[in-house]
Nanobody, 117 residues
Framework: QVQLVESGGGLVQAGGSLRLSCTAS????????MGWYRQTPGKQRELVAQ???????NYADSVKGRFTISRGDAENIVFLQMNSLQPDDTAVYYC???????????WGQGTQVTVSS
């Protein structure tokens, strides 16, 4: 089992910034991909950004140029720097992790991000 704990969500005005953090624990070895997804009521969870163990990144078109995903010095930590936030970025943000050779995707409990106009 891999446990993921997110932090850093909150309320911010449009144009502001937030930094989300996610720490993996438990059987947090051989993690080859970590990412951030977001979800709003009535909508499917969507990919925001992901990063592989090789450092390759992938972003949703809606956040390119504004959000940056990175990994900490410890490989079980991932950050999401969110700049120029807009009201459409309001959602619950979830951290995800996948281990090499394991099909299951692990999820955190989510952290609320609210952007006021």
């Amino acid at each position: 089992q891999v446990q993921l704990v997110e932090s850093g969500g909150g309320l911010v005005q449009a144009g502001g910034s937030l930094r989300l953090s996610c720490t993996a624990s438990g059987s947090a070895f051989n993690i080859n991909r970590m990412g951030w997804y977001r979800q709003t009521p009535g909508k499917q969870r969507e990919l925001v950004a992901q990063i592989t163990s090789d450092g390759e990144t992938n972003y949703a078109d809606s956040v390119k140029g504004r959000f940056t995903i990175s990994r900490g010095d410890a490989e079980n930590i991932v950050f999401l720097q969110m700049n120029s936030l807009q009201p459409d970025d309001t959602a619950v943000y979830y951290c995800s992790a996948k281990r090499s050779g394991v099909s299951r995707v692990y999820w955190g409990q989510g952290t609320q991000v609210t952007v006021s106009s």
